[in-house]
């Protein structure tokens, strides 16, 4: 029943969207499992491991263009609840090698026997079970966003301040996780990940599975983000964005709706950023950098900010740019996106999405 409703109330594009998503997501470990290797139409595992990655991106970027086109708070520390669930993740992960890890130990990982750790950290407990790891996947990011959000907007901070705010969570999480005494990796973080839920995550099967699981959590992401957004709570919403001044003197509590759409942003980031960890096979502070919260941002200004359809096509769009160019010309890549940033504002201010909406208004202008 409240799929249906939830379903019902989207647009007949997001419908169809999430649609190609989900066939996505189905399609390519199907092509990689059921196709001989020699068929024209076989997926390898790379491309499955590959266009998984950009699913978790496309993941962020909604997340991202949920605070920033709907409710205009520019976050720039978006990638520290991305790197957050992955580390949730990646301690699960960790706690399953067990003694197959270099040193053999079966309870410490093997970065805390080379640094001589005596007994396992006490916030590493319970992470041996993935039903412990997955709501701290969530809780964790969350309960960040919580505490900083409730402290800045009841303090009324906005623009660029909050940006900045944001920005320096984010490079002090990297900045502390960078310690070897925090007892998450430091500068090599985690990484010789065996199995998760039981199975070998080098297998073709597990990488066809993250995939699917990657679409899957988008596709529940669009239905939930269209809700929101589509519903009085959004247009009130919509309305903070465009003028929080007048909503407060109408006697709308600003605070709550922009901590809401926050903190339901973290949580969509941290598992996410989950997702994206046993894909790649590793974690660490890097996750972290400012620049990569500055580039989910970008993703979201290419696509079209305030789309939902737009943060999704924008992040496939510059990192296959980005896959592409890093591969050939690697020296080439930081400028191509920054001249990207500067076509996109001054070319197309709504975006990829939007381009087709500027194309029919110019032609029905009159000559």
């Given amino acids: 029943m409240i799929t249906r409703f939830l379903w019902n109330g989207m647009s007949r594009n997001l419908r169809l969207f999430v649609l190609l998503v989900l066939a996505i997501g189905i399609a390519l470990p199907l092509l990689n499992q059921l196709m001989p ?26 997340a991202v263009d949920l605070v920033w086109g709907f409710c205009g708070i520019l976050s720039l520390g978006h990638a520290a609840f991305f790197a957050l669930g992955g580390y949730c993740m990646g301690m699960y992960l960790m706690r399953q090698i067990g003694t197959r890890g270099v040193y053999g130990n079966p309870v410490l990982p ?27 996947i969530v809780i964790v990011p969350s309960a960040l966003a919580l505490a900083l959000g409730w402290f800045a907007f009841r303090s009324r901070v906005t623009g660029v301040y909050l940006s900045i705010i944001t920005q320096a969570m984010t490079y002090a999480l990297l900045l502390a996780f960078f310690r070897n005494d925090m007892g998450f990796g430091g500068n090599n973080g985690m990484t010789d990940f065996k ?18 699981a990657s679409a899957l959590a988008l596709a529940i992401f669009l239905v939930i983000s269209a809700a929101v957004v589509g519903s009085r709570f959004g247009k009130a919403l919509t309305a903070v964005r465009d003028a ?111 381009l087709w909406g500027q194309i029919k208004a110019r032609r029905a202008q009159p000559a």
């Fill in 37 to 62: 290797r020699t068929s024209p139409f076989y997926v390898p595992a790379y491309v499955l491991q590959l266009v998984g990655k950009y699913l978790c991106y496309a993941a962020l970027a909604l």
């Fill in 110 to 136: 093997d970065f805390m026997v080379f640094l001589n750790y005596k007994e396992l950290p006490w916030f590493w407990h319970g992470f041996d079970s993935f039903w412990f790891a997955a709501p701290m």
């Fill in 195 to 212: 199995d998760i839920l039981g199975f070998s995550v080098q297998s073709d099967a597990t990488r066809g599975v993250l995939c699917f």
């Fill in 244 to 354: 929080e001044s007048r909503m407060r003197f109408l006697g709308y509590r600003v605070e709550g709706y922009k901590l809401f759409v926050f903190v339901l942003s973290a949580a969509m980031a941290g598992i996410a950023g989950a997702l994206y960890v046993p894909q790649v096979g590793i974690i660490n502070p890097s996750e972290f950098a400012p620049g990569n919260s500055i580039e989910a941002v970008l993703w979201v200004a290419v696509g079209g900010r305030g789309t939902l359809i737009g943060p999704v096509v924008g992040a496939f769009i510059v990192n296959w740019a980005k896959t592409y160019l890093t591969g050939a010309l690697p020296e080439v890549w930081l400028f191509a996106l920054g001249a990207l940033f500067i076509l996109v504002t001054l070319f197309l201010p709504k975006g990829v999405v939007g």
